[in-house]
């Protein structure tokens, strides 16, 4: 067994689609994965010994680098004390306050297991704190999978109670409504929550326009609704205050996950100490985990938090700018329409001869085709996006000059070979 495509034969026998979440089965852009074996600083190895510079940094998981020495070093640490005890600890309760002493909003956190947890939890809160049962999200927003968020939005109107999978009944997203990003709904008193990601990151990335969420929190303050930034991407991302910071918005609930791992498992719900009280076991809102808050995770967590500060974010926030015009000059000299937009520490990709997208069905129309080729000619060049068009780069503390001036060149190349080959 040595090979990507033996692996993964032989991992689609016993694991549907031979991956434990969609898009690593390359569908989107077809081919076969490359299996990991291994990761350290910015790159990758397979299975067959080829190294890829890796833009995918565990789809945001992944902030100091793989196998940073920091979180390695917690992780041995904590698992030498044992890997989970079902019993509070002092790890998480470090987290949980190096959390709330960086995020204004939140007095509190509860520490769960994943993104999806975290905001099918933040849906349980709303709706328990506010008596009331309607939710409100935005066409192109992911939020996991969690089954009242997974609804299917219409083109550019709201519609509600649309099943967004199979598998979901309409009941589930039946006190769901999917409305436009970027445009301020208008809401009534039946609204429990208005769940937003304050920077969309999962749709390329899109900007929230001026005064977008500062609209959503005037409405939601008008009819007594919680505003739910999920900052699962962009918690401790764009920088220690993530996106409310960054744009002066302050929601009732946040949802975490990704950075505050350091690539465990995690998740996490914060906000105000009278709605976050609501939860068991103070409160009427169940929520229980066998492995919340996890010593692993915990301490990983910690250690990632231990690394960043306002001096890494305005450095990383430049790598990304670098990023975004190395890739831009690649594409305008081979002749492909593109932008690589970029917020903070965020880069997206969009090909296409129209502006940056501002909502999802702009977004949908990149030319998915230009980005397969390009995904592909990538790879061939030792340099890992993700298998899909709507995902963000991840630039962080491993991705120096000289890693990007190595992007630079591939995408050079690789612009050209796209741009051959689709004539
Ligand atoms: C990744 C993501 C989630 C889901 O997190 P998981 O840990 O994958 O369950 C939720 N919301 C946003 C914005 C995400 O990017």
Known sequence: MSTNAEFFERSCRVIPG?????????????????????????????????????????????ILGHAHPAITAAVTAAAANGTSYGAPTPGEMLLAEAMTERVDSCDMVRLMNSGTEATSTAVRLARGYTGRDLLVIFHGNFHGATDALLAAG???????????????????????????????????????AVIVEPVAANMGVVAPAPGFLQGLRYECDRVGALLVF?????GFRL????????????????????????????????????????????GPVFHAGTLAGNPLATAAG?????ELNDDVYVELSARAGRLSALLGDACAAAGIAAHFPVVGTL????????????????????????????????????VALAPGAYEALFVGLAHTDDVLDAIGEAAGRAAAATAAQLG
């Not at 910690?302 to 231990?306: H, I, N, P, S, V």
């Open 154 to 192: 219409g083109s550019g109107v709201a519609t509600l109670g649309l099943p967004g999978t199979a598998g979901v009944p309409a009941s589930a997203v039946a006190d769901t409504m999917v409305v436009p990003y970027n445009a301020v709904p208008r809401l009534d008193e039946q609204v429990a």
């Open 230 to 234: 999920d900052e699962v991407i962009t």
């Open 302 to 306: 910690r250690a990632a938090l231990g």
């Open 239 to 282: 920088g220690s205050g993530g996106a409310q910071a960054m744009y002066g918005v302050s929601p009732d609930l946040t949802t975490f996950g990704k950075v505050i791992g350091g690539g465990l498992p995690i998740g996490s719900v914060g906000g105000r100490r009278e709605i976050m009280e609501t939860l068991s076991p103070l």
């Open 347 to 382: 880069v997206g990709m969009y090909f296409g001869n129209g502006a940056a997208p501002t909502n999802f069905v702009e977004a949908k129309t990149t030319d998915e085709r230009v980005y397969r080729t390009f995904f592909h000619a990538m790879l061939s060049e030792g």
């Open 18 to 62: 031979g991956v434990n979440s969609s898009i690593r089965a390359f569908k989107a852009v077809g081919g076969t994965p490359y299996i990991v074996e291994r990761a350290e600083g910015p790159y990758v190895w397979d299975v067959e010994g080829r190294r890829y510079i890796d833009l995918v940094q565990s789809y945001g998981a992944i």
